[in-house]
């Protein structure tokens, strides 16, 4: 079947700080990969998609400056928030899905749980 | 840009009921409606969606769209403990047009009486 991990799980960092997350697809080709935070707020939101061969895309309020992305493959995606501050606690998910249309089917990873101290 | 919203915010029922959660979206171009499912501690699973207009039932759960009011609901009926959980609408446009794009409502915790 078609699995995602993340890790790290959990992860505390300083303010200013910058912190990587990894998304890994197993049993399937993520041919593209949607990064989203849910905030302690419960807001669900989508930071990027990232898509193999096309130009990543961010969504307002998101930047490639704050939250670079890089999808090399069809199997793995990482996402590093640079100098996080408080704002940007919340529970970092991945999203990949096979094939480029038809279902949209988001398999996700369990997150990673972002502590900004 | 889209807006996805889910009601209620929470819901408490006792084992065995039948229920209804909503969610109402803002682009009248969506053309997939889904539900997840997320349990606590755990990744969001897809568990319906739905293309057309009408209802589709997958066991116990039910998922009816009316495109035209914008409105998408997921009816849960005799309720099980392992239901328990975040739902988390989400509304996607036409796939296959390169815009894999799908906006997720913030949830409504569902949760049966102890």
């Known amino acids: 079947g078609a699995l995602v991990y993340q890790y790290p799980r959990r992860t505390i960092c300083k303010s200013g700080t910058s912190m990587r997350m990894e998304c890994q697809a197993v049993?399937?080709?993520?041919?593209?990969v949607a990064w989203y935070r849910q905030s302690p707020q419960k807001t669900f939101e989508l930071i990027a998609l990232?898509?193999?061969?096309?130009?990543?895309?961010?969504e307002q309020n998101f930047t490639q400056e704050k939250f670079p992305i890089s999808h090399p493959n069809l199997s793995f995606s990482s996402m590093t928030v640079l100098n996080a501050y408080l704002e940007d606690r919340g529970l970092y998910l991945c999203?990949?899905?096979?094939?480029?249309?038809?279902?949209?089917?988001?398999?996700f990873g369990s997150g990673t749980r972002l502590t900004v101290l | 840009q889209q807006k996805v919203q889910q009601s209620p915010e929470s819901l408490i029922v006792p084992e065995g009921a039948m229920t209804s959660l909503n969610c109402t979206f803002s682009?009248?171009?969506?053309?997939?409606f889904a539900w997840y499912r997320q349990h606590s501690g755990k990744a969001p699973k897809a568990l319906m969606s739905?293309?057309?207009?009408g209802e589709k039932e997958e066991g116990r759960f039910t998922i009816h769209l009316n495109k035209a009011s914008l409105h998408f609901s997921l009816h849960i009926r005799d309720s099980q403990p392992s239901d328990s959980a975040l739902y988390l609408c989400?509304?996607?446009?036409?796939?296959?047009?390169?815009?894999?794009?799908?906006?997720f409502g913030k949830g409504t915790k569902f949760s049966l009486i102890p």
């Open positions: 999203g990949a899905r096979e094939g480029l249309g038809g279902p949209e089917t988001l398999y």
């Open positions: 049993g399937f080709q993520a041919t593209s």
């Open positions: 990232s898509t193999v061969n096309s130009a990543i895309k961010y």
């Open positions: 682009d009248s171009a969506s053309q997939y």
């Open positions: 739905i293309f057309s207009n």
């Open positions: 989400a509304v996607s446009p036409l796939p296959g047009t390169g815009s894999n794009r799908l906006t």
